[in-house]
């Protein structure tokens, strides 16, 4: 009796702590962003007002059962984003009146054919119609900007077609339905736009300015992690390299931009965006970014793997220009995304990119000099042959040992300064990018004064290598 | 007149061109996939099939206008994959009995506290339920399994519980309801799946395969395509930049992957694969294998980037090894694509990795050596010394001229061989990736006797570097 009671005082707390873990995640998931709670009360609060169009009696006698329309096109309708409300509603509206009207043709086209040859046709029509637009779903870009009109398309058609024969007054009830359908989509924009709207065309804006700054975080992480400076904390390594993991987030946001982009275009104007955006150049950005991306992941793999021993002078001597190139470029991808965030056309972006690419010549001019100054060009024939009467083999070893070195253990170095290289290269591709959005969306320049006084700031730390 | 005429004829010609473009546009989409087409025809088969209930007499006599419930059914629910269709339907079917009889309760409730606190009672609770319903939505692994089933579960609970109001039999019109939806869904998962099914398993099944086939083949391309053999033919040389390419497709397949693997878990048993076969593992060998097509973009990126001169000797020198790394690590790949392409336990793939991480080897060896075979290391001290008495301003300048070489011009081969050992260690956590869905799907061995000939084969194929 007593192991009895003891299993099911452990069930009990097993299942309570359970529950609260359960509850925990749900709590935290709201505090992380109240929006989705928003979401739901908006949700709650559209169908509670088509509801009560249940409760009014003149709507009720007039609408009758149709009104169960209002509160299916609420549930089905309502979308996260004002885009995907706006995409379904828009194409639920085309779909239904195009379908609606084919069908009333088809059945005016069959009613003249006779009783017996009605239903054949009314049903082959269906199956015509279902074929061609189900196939017609397949092409990209229908099913980008259609795919639930199809959808609904095909169902309103089917529907009307065959209900025809049942329903004598089928205008009466297309009235009706249209009427209530609209009251629900009247209701759900309503409270979708007016009601803490959330903007697929805003979110897609500031995922890219944010992953932007991400890219560059990443770099920096990396670098400075590869590089540690002697006297770090373990607190300041472990937060390069916790930096250094970054970039996942924009190899990971390909769809999220993808479906963002394709739904931001029904969007009217709001905040600082017009309508016909071109919210389609922000997934070129993407693109150019995770083009980047990858070859940060490759650099992020090539730094990490077991390395053999470090070259110390070779790492002495590029660890400057490694550490000017990375930071180089990821003021870069700040630049671009501060001028994505706020909308303004960066004065000193071009600025940016001179020195990131002068920093790319410091890194290989570096890379050639590294050479010349390291022992064994300084044991050169005419010195050898000096030092080589009083002890060549001293020289022999060290020669050799230098000459191994290199390729075997410098080759992470190296790997790594090319792929820095090939990184300030895609990052160009990157600001082409940008600058094509700043282009098409007509980015404002900073206020004059202020402009200037960033270009000369600019301009005073751009030091040209060549110049130092 | 004869210029409108003009006008006319060209304005139809256009329209002529445009029409036949998009035809042909159409045509190839189902030439290229015919199941496509099929996909239609079956949409249109299970609708006329459905509409059949319509002209049905007792059957149409007893359930009336919900036949329309049938209709419905078929066009929401049908989906191209066997997976989306059960998805749709299980989901459905839940959420309809759960949310219908949820608001059932709600009613019997309601209607114990009075007439006048019925509507306030049943629509709080519609507000609370779509609340948390949507709320619940966004959890992520909810999200994945039961979105659409959410959607039904509001519409059916808000549906019933506001209907309640109207109609007295509730109970009559649920069973109705009920049994039309069943016409439908039975209809649509009987077309779905004994009319040319397409299975989402099977069809992530040969992705995968054929994924792990076209990264293969991109390694082989890039790598050929760098080191052409000198009486290559354009069209071999334009073969192997084509084939260079492949890699894109792995990095693009994400989404249908997890889409796919999503979907399948629905699928029962169907041609090899049991029901609870082990899908989700399937992503993570994509995974996988995006970690290796990053490394291989990379790779692709810095072999095509201007390279300024290509150093001959050190190009002689690396090629064979770095074209037997990247044909070792491509046959790794194929070995493993037919491994999952027909189900069966592989018994070569660990000696050809063996092989592999030999080319690895040797390719590291071949760069150490790299240096003692190049000119100035001939020019040793101790012959330096000699030769420095007679011409050492000879010996400095081919000296530094070799020195200066290898950074700066040879930085983009150093990169390829790193990039290549980096990913043949990539391609052994696919080997992994794969060696677990093998153990999870209790992969077959390849027959005795088949097996043991090619494990001879395999190991005569295999010769370490260092026997050699």
């Excluded at 009696?57 to 004002?82: H, L, Q, S």
């Excluded at 092409?139 to 065959?162: E, H, N, Q, W």
Aim: with cysteine.
């Amino acid at each position: 009796m007593a192991g009895a009671w003891g299993r099911l005082v452990e069930f009990g707390v097993e299942v309570r702590s359970k529950v609260l873990a359960f509850a925990e995640k749900f709590w935290r998931m709201g505090a992380d962003d109240p929006r989705k709670v928003i979401h739901g009360v908006k949700v709650g609060v559209a169908l509670s007002l088509v509801s009560l169009f249940y409760y009014i009696r003149p709507i009720n006698d007039k609408f009758g059962r149709n009104t169960m329309w209002a509160v299916m096109t609420v549930v089905v309708v309502f979308e996260y984003t004002v885009g995907g409300c706006l995409y379904k509603v828009i194409n639920r509206g085309i779909a239904t009146l195009s379908g609606g009207s084919l069908a009333l043709a088809a059945h005016w086209m069959a009613a003249k054919s006779g009783p017996k040859a009605e239903p054949v046709i009314l049903s082959a029509l269906v199956f015509l119609f279902a074929l061609a637009a189900t196939f017609f779903r397949f092409m990209p870009t229908v099913k980008a900007r259609f795919d639930y009109g199809i959808t609904i398309f095909i169902l309103t058609f089917s529907l009307v077609a065959l209900s025809g024969s049942h329903v004598d007054d089928l205008t009466n009830l297309t009235v009706e339905r249209i009427s209530t359908v609209g009251i629900g989509i009247a209701t759900t924009v309503c409270v979708c736009i007016f009601v803490c709207p959330v903007w697929s065309g805003q979110e897609l804006h500031f995922l890219i300015s944010r992953n932007l700054e991400k890219l560059a975080e990443s770099l920096e992480g990396l670098v400075e992690d590869y590089f540690p400076i002697n006297g770090d904390s373990m607190d300041r390594a472990e937060i390069a390299s916790k930096r250094s993991h970054s970039y996942k987030c924009v190899l990971d946001s390909k769809s999220s931009e993808d479906s963002w982009a394709s739904l931001a275009r029904w969007e009217p104007a709001h905040g600082w965006f017009k309508f016909g955006h071109p919210w389609q150049q922000y997934s070129m950005v993407g693109v150019a970014m995770r083009h980047c991306a990858y070859c940060v992941e490759t650099l992020h793999g090539c730094v990490n793997s077991e390395t053999i021993k470090r070259p110390e002078f070779w790492e002495k001597h590029l660890r400057d220009v490694c550490m000017k190139l990375s930071s180089d470029s990821s003021k870069v991808l700040k630049e671009l995304s501060s001028s994505v965030k706020t909308m303004k056309k960066s004065p000193s972006v071009n600025l940016l990119v001179l020195e990131m690419k002068n920093s790319v010549e410091e890194l290989r001019i570096s890379l050639s000099l590294l050479t010349e100054q390291l022992p064994f060009i300084q044991t050169r024939p005419a010195k050898s042959s000096e030092l080589g009467n009083e002890n060549s083999s001293f020289i022999d070893d060290r020669d050799v040992a230098v000459v191994l070195m290199p390729l075997t253990e410098a080759m992470a170095l190296v790997t790594m300064t090319a792929l820095l290289i090939e990184i300030s290269t895609r990052i160009e591709g990157v600001v082409e990018a940008v600058a094509t959005v700043a282009e098409l969306a007509c980015f404002k320049p900073i206020g004059n004064d202020e402009s200037r006084s960033k270009v000369q700031a600019g301009e005073q730390e751009l030091k040209p290598f060549h110049q130092v």
